[in-house]
């Protein structure tokens, strides 16, 4: 874990004469606005600034690739009251360094904090070494913020020998404390992967741990004090200064089980478009994500794809922004007419086909969808005694046309070692993927681990049911709903494997973690074994 006391203030020197600050003025994008490096490059004089930690909501860095990475902050001395900002631009400056003193500047610039965007900025870093970890910094005059850690990827060219990494999912703030972010932040990893359900839309529950700031959140103003919150947090500040961070988003950062333009309320569609246009402003003011991902009204470009050398490629899917709606009912099911329709899709034409592309020239030796909701079927009817199957609409089960036609050319093509990574579900699952759950003989053509939250509850009184479904549902290899935590993920050329990491409790900042369970994936060989 870094220390959250490195504030020492920039070496003005230091800056000046870094070797390589011509090389950052070509090298570092930010939004728009991005001005020349400081120093012997002049720039101008920022306003005077409101009192208070400008970065008190942390720094984090994410999207890394072989050659950079985007190094994210936000200005915010007030962060539960719009930020505290005066509505004028502000310049900030970065530094980048291969040491934790940063003793040895490689790169350093300056970039404009617009208050359009929340004062927010995203630095993207190009011309870095592949497969290194760096420390940064931020600053405004004499404040900086804490020194932050982060790595690129491994060369394309090059198969590591090992590739660790955690999945997070689900960290609802009243639920309970980031406990497992606490733990998370110890571990020896390379990168963290967040499938979604990064804040809560909701408003305040009773009997909440710690409330919620206000009511449901419906504004950009709203969507940014809710993010606020959630990012004081200093458990998941510390995962965010240690690590890069891969994220896609699920429902709970716009509106619970939305689909597309479809709200969880009745309401017009204008009103629900205009909501969703404030969600994901908020969503990419807050994340580590590169300046083409900047939304454009209600739109984002989140899908999007990552290879950690030939060890493993990432395909980072967005199931929520192109999805037909819940056709068939909710929250269980039968598998109705319109489920099996052409037109009933989870992810769109667009990002199917850019899926299929991406599996099919792939050259990883672990292809790896990182995603929302569970893919494997899921019966929960027959061992509820209904006399039919009955499904989750919101997962995958909800539109089986779209998980048939990307297993069905996974099968066909060949793609080796398909692991598909997911949340949303609150509780820990493994399993196996086949073209035909229904039967024994279809081959097993991925895997997937499902990780539980990190404080989100699932009901104790689904456990029984779930854990009693299992033998109808026998491709499912693994179940536990009770307690709280992340996945963990060792990758060799030869292995997958995943261990279940679990905290004590999430009632506390802090408590012990244990592994509830282990399993392996043989390369080539697939199915999902118990360690």
Known sequence: MLPRDTRAGLSRRRFLTASSALAALAAAEGLPGWTRPAGAFGGRRSPPLPSGDLFSLGVASGDPFDRGLVLWTRLAPEPLAGGGMDPVPVDVEWELATDPGLQNVVQAGRVVARPEWGHAVHVKLWNLEPNRWYWYRFSVGDRASRVGRTRTMPAGDDLPARLRFALASCQNYQAGFYTAYANM?????????????????????????????????????????????????????????????????????????????????????????????????????????????????????????????????????????????????????????????????????????????????????????????????????????????????????????????????????????????????????????????????????????????????????????????????????????????????????????ADYRAVATVLEPTSAVETLASFRVESGRGGVEAV
């Open 185 to 497: 932040a110890q571990e020896d990893l390379d990168l963290v992967v967040h499938v979604g359900d990064y804040i809560y839309e909701s408003g305040i529950s009773d009997g909440a741990v710690r409330p919620h700031n206000s009511g449901q959140v419906r504004t950009l103003d709203e969507y940014r004090d809710r993010y606020a919150l959630y990012k004081l947090d200093p458990n998941l500040q510390d995962v965010h200064a240690a690590f890069p961070m891969i994220v896609t988003w699920d429902d709970h950062e716009v509106d619970n089980n939305y689909a597309s333009d479809v709200p969880e309320d009745d309401q017009p569609r204008e009103v629900f478009l205009a909501r969703r246009a404030a969600a994901y402003q908020a969503y990419f003011e807050h994340m580590p994500l590169v300046s083409s991902a900047r939304p454009t009204g209600p739109d984002m470009q989140l899908f999007r794809r990552f290879d950690y050398g030939r060890l493993a490629r990432f395909n980072v899917l967005d199931t929520r922004q192109f999805r037909t709606d819940q056709v068939c009912g909710d929250p269980l099911a039968t598998r109705c007419p319109d489920a099996v329709a052409p037109e009933t899709t989870l992810v769109g034409q667009a990002q199917e086909d850019w899926l299929k592309s991406g599996l099919k020239g792939s050259q990883a030796v672990w292809n790896v969808l990182a995603q929302q909701v569970m893919m494997m079927e899921w019966d929960l009817g027959t061992a509820l005694g209904a006399g039919e199957a009955l499904y989750n609409p919101d997962q995958w089960d909800g539109y089986p046309n779209s998980r048939q036609r990307i297993l069905d050319f996974v099968a066909a093509k060949e793609i080796p070692n398909l692991v598909v990574l997911t949340g949303d579900i609150h509780s820990s699952w493994a399993g196996e993927l086949k073209p035909d759950f229904g039967d024994p003989a279809s081959p097993v053509v991925g895997s997937e681990f499902v990780t539980t939250s990190i404080s989100s509850s699932f009901s104790p009184q689904l456990v029984p049911l779930a854990a009693g479904s299992l033998p109808f549902n026998p491709h499912i290899r693994f179940f536990e709903g009770l307690r709280r935590g992340y996945l963990r993920f060792d990758v060799t050329p030869g292995e997958w494997r």
